[in-house]
T-cell receptor, first 113, second 116 residues
Framework: AAGVIQSPRHLIKEKRETATLKCYPIPRHDTVYWYQQGPGQDPQFLISFYEKMQSDKGSIPDRFSAQQFSDYHSELNMSSLELGDSALYFC????????????FGSGTRLTVV | AQTVTQSQPEMSVQEAETVTLSCTYDTSENNYYLFWYKQPPSRQMILVIRQEAYKQQNATENRFSVNFQKAAKSFSLKISDSQLGDTAMYFCAFMTPQGGSEKLVFGKGTKLTVNP
């Protein structure tokens, strides 16, 4: 079965650079969630999209933005990167209104040096 | 706001034995879901088991079962016949169904080590 695809798997950026993380949800899933997991931390909700519209917002810095495109894939754009942005970024998808639950991608490990 | 508390930062168990991981939560909602996720060293987030709050029967998935006490807001995970592959970080998580905005709130996690 198709899973949630995240790219790239690993990314190394320098401070003040920009990064773009991509997420391809499971086919037919209409909702995408982004989470940030710092070293030794639990995942923290950043933002979600339902039918290409932002549906909820968590602790996402103003330097970050995201969107969901017409094919339901989502991108998380991160600018003016800081050392503290180094983390594992998870994307998850679901089909709203069902009991199917979430499926997580394998994550993108971002390292800011 | 919902909160999830896992009071055991680390636990260890001998292979083939049984271990219970604790989780408590706080919410004023009546309809919600609870989950246990496993995160092995590969860092993949793997769903272990889920429980709907309106179901009184405790969920079971093979060697994994939960003890859901709604009044006490407790949701513990029991792993029977522990295997070396169960070594991982285990996160308890809470979710309120809101159709298109069903974010998960995680606990801090319990690091489980299964010893041979």
């Amino acid at each position: 079965a198709a899973g949630v695809i995240q790219s790239p798997r690993h990314l190394i950026k320098e401070k003040r650079e920009t990064a773009t993380l991509k997420c391809y949800p499971i086919p037919r899933h209409d909702t995408v969630y982004w989470y940030q997991q710092g070293p030794g931390q639990d995942p923290q909700f950043l933002i979600s999209f339902y039918e290409k519209m932002q549906s909820d917002k968590g602790s996402i810095p103003d330097r970050f933005s995201a969107q969901q495109f017409s094919d339901y894939h989502s991108e998380l754009n991160m600018s003016s990167l800081e050392l503290g942005d180094s983390a594992l970024y998870f994307c998850a998808s679901s089909l709203a209104g069902t009991d199917d639950g979430y499926t997580f991608g394998s994550g993108t490990r971002l390292t800011v040096v | 706001a919902q909160t999830v508390t896992q009071s055991q930062p680390e636990m260890s168990v001998q292979e083939a034995e049984t271990v219970t991981l604790s989780c408590t939560y706080d919410t004023s909602e009546n309809n919600y879901y609870l989950f246990w996720y496993k995160q092995p060293p590969s860092r993949q987030m793997i769903l272990v088991i889920r429980q709907e709050a309106y179901k009184q029967q405790n969920a079971t998935e093979n060697r994994f079962s939960v003890n859901f006490q709604k009044a006490a807001k407790s949701f513990s995970l029991k792993i029977s016949d522990s295997q070396l592959g169960d070594t991982a970080m285990y996160f308890c998580a809470f979710m309120t169904p809101q159709g298109g905005s069903e974010k998960l709130v995680f606990g801090k996690g319990t690091k489980l080590t299964v010893n041979p």
